[in-house]
């Protein structure tokens, strides 16, 4: 039984930290913009530190789990692993994809003018969603399917 807690407190910060989306700190023209659909890498910056920090709340101090448990007969056998080493393989994992597939950093699909533009700073709601698709298959990829672990003690 897979611990889906991580891949979705992931996608969802992933989501509501992505610049320029709710919004950006630092703005383009003020401190901090709302839905501007904009970015830079100060502001990337600043959305990966805050994602950090808060991905570290929720799964290193709260350490949110979520299991998917399929009830076949009479019974239900939930076992718990309890462990005492802190698994920042996730926070590293989550962290690292969130900066490489901001929207407008290194790349956006599509964009505003073709299929693919580099180094654009430009976001827009498409490309937030598609970033998301691949950001949501790539953490599954790396925390259930390969089940990357990184115990710190």
Known sequence: MENWG??????LLYVL????????VPGHQRCI???????????ILIHSLLYFGLICVFLLAIKVHLYFVLRIGFGTLL???????ADWGPVVIA????????????????????IIQFGSMQTSGISILVHTIIFFGLITIFLI????HIYAG
């Not at 991580?6 to 996608?11: N, R, T, Y």
């Not at 930290?17 to 950006?24: E, N, R, S, W």
């Not at 962290?95 to 073709?114: A, D, I, N, W, Y």
């Open 17 to 24: 930290l992505t610049p320029g989306l709710l919004f950006q």
């Open 145 to 148: 399917a390969i089940g990357v």
């Open 79 to 85: 076992i718990s692993e309890i462990s005492l080493m």
């Open 95 to 114: 962290v690292v994809l969130f900066v490489l597939l901001s929207p407008g950093l290194l790349f956006q699909l599509p964009g505003k003018h073709r």
């Open 6 to 11: 991580p891949v979705f407190v992931s996608v």
């Open 33 to 43: 913009e709302f839905g501007n659909f904009r970015t830079s890498g100060a502001s």
